[in-house]
Structures are given as C-alpha cells and as structure tokens.
C-alpha cells in the first residue's frame, strides 16, 4: 500500500494550504492504516511531517506579513513545554488509548468544522462578510494555560491544534484573524518539532518513508495555497468535517475492545 499512502499524503498538505489546518488530523490514519505502522510511530512520524509542512505555510504567510514573530514564540515557547510533557507522558499510554483520544479531537473538530462551514454557507448566500471577533488581550496566566493545553493535546496524540490555536491567538493573544491564522503554523511547526524530539528514543524512525512522505505533502500545501483562491472555503469545510466523522468512527471501530475496556 506504500503508493496509495504517499498518495494520500498530499491530502495533508492540500488540507493545510486550503484550510490552514486539519493536516494532522488525516496524517496518523494514513499512517496508521494504509502504510501499516503502529500508533505510537505513526504519531511521531506525523508530528514531523506537520511540522515541515507547517513550516512551508508559515514562510508564505511571513512573505505576506501575516506572521507575528514575537507572538508566535511567546505562546509557541508556552506551547512547546506542554507539547514536550504531553510526548514524553506518551510512553505511559497505551497506542491504543492515544488513538481512542486521537478519534475523540478528529470528532470534536468535526463539529466546529462543519458548523463554521454552514455558517459561511449562509453568510456567502446572502452576500454578507463573517463576522470578525474582537481581538483582546488576556492575562498570561490565561494565556499560558491555554498554551500548555494545546501543547500537552499536541505531544500525546500528534494533532498540530491549528482549530485551538488560532482562536486562542485571536481571543488572547490579541492578533487580528488574518495573523492568527498565519502565525498559527508557525507555532505548529515548532510544536510539531518539540513533539517530535520527545518521541525519538522511544519509536524507530523509518527516514526514507518519513523524507517521501513529506516531501508530498509540501508539495500538497503549495498546490493548496494556488488553489484557495479557486475553492469555496464553506464547502470544503462541511466536506471535510464529513470526513473527520467518518474517519473518526472508522478509528474507534478499529479500538472497540480498547473503548470497551477504558469504561
């Protein structure tokens, strides 16, 4: 099944460039079930293709002045404590189990997907813009434990956390959507980078596989980001968030006697 994985591996990079995120959600399961590796190297393999996949969608977001530098290594350094913790803490769980809570974010994104989609579906129908929250700044405490809270989800399941991120650069950081969006990869990246290193040691890395893998899915989020301007956002989301449910299902299928057991 090796060509149809690294097929599929521009998926990720399509859903990154189209999106700006959802990358990882769809990276474990390929991994996981069309190229046949165990949970726990599929999470970290999909931290780093994230990550390098991330980081080529921050530079063109940098080149368009939508990335805060000092805000993304604010929050992303916060991040990456928790994302660290959050891998290391891995070793304690069960494959299985990381996969069981990996279903339960893909369901949860899902929602908010599918839900911000029909929104934009019905804004588009009667020609009005969304809405654009009003960007405030919280106390660094608030701040920091959201940080710490998307790190740990980060390190111990292997999502990027681009759908918390951006609301959380936006409600307290502070950041216009436009820049929340483009300094949101950079904080994944560096995440995904920080997950990554917390795994090595404790999963056998194949770098070939890796190197192709990612190499396809930048090249997917290049593709990705052309097309945005000839793809209606709305409809790609519901799609998508379609996706995320059946995909979800179809993992906590595969871990019933583990779901089972952990009630």
């Given amino acids: 099944m090796p060509i149809l994985g690294f097929s599929l591996a521009a998926l990720i990079g399509l859903s990154l460039g189209l999106l ?13 079930y069309v190229l046949g590796f165990g949970a726990k190297e ?22 368009k ?20 913790a959050g891998a290391r803490l891995s070793v304690f769980v069960s494959g299985a189990l990381q996969l069981l809570l990996f279903a339960t974010v893909m369901l949860v994104a899902a929602f908010f997907m599918f839900r911000n989609g029909r929104k934009e579906a019905a804004l588009a129908a009667r020609k009005e813009s969304a809405p654009v929250p009003e960007p405030h700044k919280a106390s660094f405490p608030v701040m920091a434990l959201a940080a710490l809270g ?33 300094t949101s990869l950079l904080v994944i990246a560096l995440n995904s980078f920080v997950g990554f290193a917390g ?28 097309a945005t301007h000839y793809v209606s956002q709305a409809a790609l989301k519901r799609a998508f968030s379609l996706f995320l449910v059946v995909m979800g299902a179809f993992i906590l299928f595969k871990n019933r006697e583990a779901l089972a057991g952990w009630w």
């Fill in 150 to 182: 998307v790190g740990g989800l980060t390190g111990l399941v292997g999502v990027g956390g681009g759908f918390l991120i951006v609301p959380a650069l936006v409600l307290l950081v502070g950041l216009p959507m436009k820049q929340a969006v483009g």
């Fill in 20 to 32: 700006g995120g959802g990358g990882s959600i769809i990276t474990v399961p390929i991994l996981v």
């Fill in 199 to 226: 795994y090595l040691g404790h999963v056998q890395v194949p770098w070939l596989y890796l190197g192709i893998f990612t190499a396809i899915a930048v090249a997917g989020i290049l593709i990705g980001t052309w």
């Fill in 65 to 84: 002045g939508n990335v805060r530098l000092r805000a993304a290594l604010v929050f992303g350094a916060v991040a990456m404590v928790g994302t660290y």
């Fill in 42 to 63: 599929s999470i970290a393999m999909g931290l780093a293709v994230v990550g390098v996949t991330s980081l080529f969608g921050a530079a063109g977001h940098w080149r």
